[in-house]
């Protein structure tokens, strides 16, 4: 019977640390970059999804308007619910100006830093 109390004892210990350990690694984060349509005439913008998730720590801030899906943003220009250029002009570069005026660290406030031209 001894083996028995072992057993179950050392069974309760992995399905616990099993529980313990899931909880936050669940939580899909998506990729750590997210190649977006430059348009036309501009190359491929390399975005850092994962640094924008650690800087602003709420995913709404920018999932409110883009779904969380690979293609949402291209989708939605397709249907007409976001003009050309609205994205960047104002959402990123926008809200790059505000923390910029609040002296905050920030990313790119001009179209060139993250587009280069094709070619």
Known sequence: MGKWVVLLIFSCIIFYAAIAGS????????????????????????????????????????????????????ELKNQGKLKKKQVMQEHCIGCHKKMKAADQATGPTSCGRCHRKTG
Do not use: T, W, Y
């Open 23 to 74: 909880g936050d690694d669940v939580e899909n984060k998506g990729a750590e970059i997210i190649l977006l349509s430059g348009g036309e005439k501009m190359r491929d913008v390399h975005f850092p999804h994962h640094r924008h998730q650690d800087a602003l720590g709420d995913c709404n801030i920018c999932h409110d308007l883009f779904p969380k899906k690979l293609g949402g943003i291209e």
